[in-house]
């Protein structure tokens, strides 16, 4: 066990039954890196998340989750995962707090303050008591993304994490994700929000029609040439 | 070699047909019982009709056979993911549906026949039911479970071939009048043997050829949809 | 022990979701209510027709409750994609399984329990000479239900038309577990009730669904991993 310095995907290709998802994807992400994963709509990205998040077996290839150097699998993978997805993944008839302990517990997450988390994503005081259905579209992206750091996970996969949120929010959450990022943790970001990831992606990565058409390291693009290579390569 | 798999079964399948008629109608007697009144032998109520037997218990052993054919190839598949094994369950399975329609009718005739009703539960015969519920629910799932079909189908595979003991024993323990082809099969002599022998190699050798082309027709549809996914990454295809 | 404590841990979620809805429970009883009244309507109401037919309307009402249950409750671990989150985390998939069965089995059972006097006070038919009997088999085809409905119906969860083919798949498997509950339920109510036949048949349910329970337990990795 130990927090993830690097994932590596080596060749994964993934078909869903007659649909190619995924044709031979190769990279690597590596600790206290932030990468951006474009790419138009069914290219593959989320697909791509899902077989870094272990539910999407790939139909062929594999992805190495590594240590300090040592191979990490199974449950111990799935412990430093953090993900926040198109939905909230959690329970519409609970309270934030009881959903945050619920996972807790499932984690095994001992020494958990949610109280000081649903502060840190600026969940209201007052709604913390209440069953999340009756939340707005931007409280429970709030609630989701405590949950994905609830376990101050090493691999950090964001699946459109902007939606829902107003463009304030939208700034503060790339803040937030800055940081994560600079305390070791490799984060996944699949957005069209670029604006909210300038200047802190440092890594881009770009898929069309299952591969990988572009992959570049830099150092904090800036919305421009994010904007730039987005348009050369996506299309 | 692969190649000429399919012809050589539809060729044995061919012969095997025209000689298990041949056995069954020139060298198998006519069914005869006592006569309960006159305590002579007589032509019983299946007399002629019991002829059907040979085709209706060979068809009912593909179909036995298909449910193990796609519930281990359906383990395989989820163990090692790879296509051709799912292809084999769906094939065997798709082609038992059709065996398995005939054994319920072959076995409505037989039933007509000899007790006169079109369906009696006769035990065998309702365990074949069961089972042919079994695998056209497969191949509904196959159709309609989209992109995740191959999966949800495999489970259902293997949940059925587990069932099938217990569907043995649930018809078994049924107290139904004595089964009619109890009968004939203690009484499967010398003489009937041979035509038993030759409807089953016809039908086994026709259950593979069909389960061939249609393993084959799946292969070739990916093929298809292989090729024209790289025409449309090089850019010739749009 | 984790493995237990986890899976509880998820069971109880579930319950505790159900106890503040009531949405499962309460439809489904009302519904199980309804076919009773159907049933009393359709069916002969002298001694020997209720005697024979009523082990089959509580088999059929088991059955159809029992599914329609499952599949709403599974939608419920698909609207925020929850069930996801379940197999995300780092608890063992088993743990996943059993909690999910558990709470399945006591949501068709707590449903069963309630439609088993409706039939024996409307129908007055003779369920309870032998409760200990009755309840057994009704406990064992709730767990039957509930350990193969949540294979599939976790599996289904994100197939569209999950909600037509959950029963296409379950009725056929289930066939052996109706079966046996109805024979069992028939043994009992005879007018001279057979418990040996009872017996054979608590069995014979015994046996499907450990056998059921252990084929779950080994198969629902590789089937919920897409």
Not at chain 1, 211 to 222: I, K, P, Q, T
């Amino acid at each position: 066990m130990g927090r993830l310095d690097l994932v590596a995907i080596e060749k994964v290709a993934k078909r869903f039954g007659s649909e190619r998802a995924l044709a031979g994807v190769s990279m690597e992400l590596r600790g206290s890196s932030m990468c951006a994963l474009l790419g138009h709509n069914g290219a593959g990205k989320t697909t791509l998340l899902g077989v870094l998040s272990t539910l999407v077996r790939p139909s062929s290839g594999k992805i190495a989750y590594r240590a300090g150097g040592k191979d990490v699998t199974g449950e111990d993978v799935r412990r430093e995962i953090g993900m926040l997805a198109h939905q909230s993944l959690c329970y519409a008839e609970l309270t934030a707090v009881e959903n945050l302990e619920l996972f807790a517990g499932l984690y095994d997450v001992r020494d958990a303050n949610i109280d000081a988390l649903l502060d840190k994503v600026g969940l209201d005081k007052r709604a913390r008591h209440r069953a999340s259905r009756t939340y707005s579209r931007g409280m429970v992206q709030r609630l989701a993304l405590a949950r994905a750091l609830l376990t101050r996970p090493s691999l950090l996969l964001l699946d459109e994490p902007f939606t829902g949120l107003d463009r304030g929010g939208a700034l503060a959450l790339g803040e937030q994700l800055g940081e994560i990022k600079a305390q070791g943790t490799i984060v996944v970001v699949v957005t069209h929000d670029l604006e909210a990831i300038a200047g802190r992606a440092d890594h881009v990565a770009i898929l069309r029609r299952g591969s990988l058409v572009f992959e570049e390291r830099g150092d904090a693009y800036s919305y421009e040439t994010l904007k730039d290579i987005y348009h050369r390569h996506a299309n | 070699m692969k190649k000429l798999a399919v012809p050589v079964f539809s060729v044995l399948g061919a012969i095997g047909f025209v000689v298990s008629i041949y056995l069954i109608f020139m060298k198998t007697g006519l069914e005869y019982g006592v006569d309960e009144r006159t305590g002579r032998l007589a032509g019983s109520s299946l007399f002629f009709n019991q002829k059907i037997f040979y085709f209706h218990v060979a068809q009912a052993i593909v179909l036995f056979t298909a449910v193990f054919v796609a519930g281990i190839s359906s383990i395989l598949f989820l163990w090692k993911r790879r296509p051709a094994f799912d292809d084999v369950a769906s094939a065997s399975t798709e082609v038992a549906v059709a065996f398995g329609a005939a054994v319920l009718v072959t076995g409505s005739i037989w039933a007509k026949a000899a007790w006169d009703v079109w369906w009696n539960w006769e035990p065998r015969l309702t365990m074949s039911l069961l089972l042919w519920l079994i695998l056209v629910g497969y191949v509904l799932v196959r159709r309609f479970a989209g992109p995740s079909a191959d999966r949800v189908a495999a489970g259902m595979a293997i949940f059925g071939m587990v069932g099938v003991p217990f569907i043995y024993t649930m018809v078994g323990a049924d107290s139904h009048p004595p089964s009619g082809v109890n009968g004939v099969v203690l009484t499967l002599g010398k003489r009937l043997l041979p035509a038993f022998l030759a409807s089953m190699f016809t039908f086994f050798a026709w259950f593979i050829a069909l389960v061939l082309t249609r393993i084959q027709s799946t292969r070739d549809e990916r093929e298809v949809r292989e090729l024209r996914e790289q025409g449309l990454d090089l850019g010739v295809l749009e | 022990m984790s493995l237990f404590r986890q899976a509880a841990r998820i069971a109880w979620k579930d319950l505790r979701v159900e106890l503040r809805s009531k949405e499962i429970v309460a439809t489904m009883i009302f519904f199980g209510a309804l076919l009773v009244v159907i049933y009393s309507f359709a069916f002969p109401h002298d001694d020997k027709a209720v005697r024979s037919s009523v082990p089959g309307m509580l088999w059929v009402a088991i059955a159809f409750t029992g599914t329609i249950a499952l599949g709403r409750a599974f939608d419920r671990e698909r609207e925020n994609d929850t069930m996801r989150a379940l197999l995300l985390s780092p608890v063992p998939r088993l743990a996943v399984f059993l909690g999910k069965a558990v709470a399945m089995a006591a949501l068709v059972l707590s449903v069963a329990v309630i439609v088993t006097p409706l039939l024996a006070l409307f129908l007055d038919a003779p369920l309870f000479d032998y409760a200990g009997e009755l309840a057994l088999v009704v406990v064992l085809g709730a767990l039957g239900i509930a350990v193969i409905g949540s294979v599939f119906a976790a599996t289904l969860l994100k197939v569209r038309s999950r909600d037509v083919l959950l029963p296409v798949i379950l009725y056929p498997l289930l066939v052996p577990l109706f079966v046996a509950g109805t024979k069992t339920t028939a043994a009992l109510v005879q007018v001279h009730p057979n418990t040996e036949a009872a017996w054979y048949w608590i069995r014979f349910l015994g046996i499907y669904d450990a056998a059921f329970l252990v084929l779950s337990l080994w198969v629902f990795e590789s089937l919920v991993i897409e």
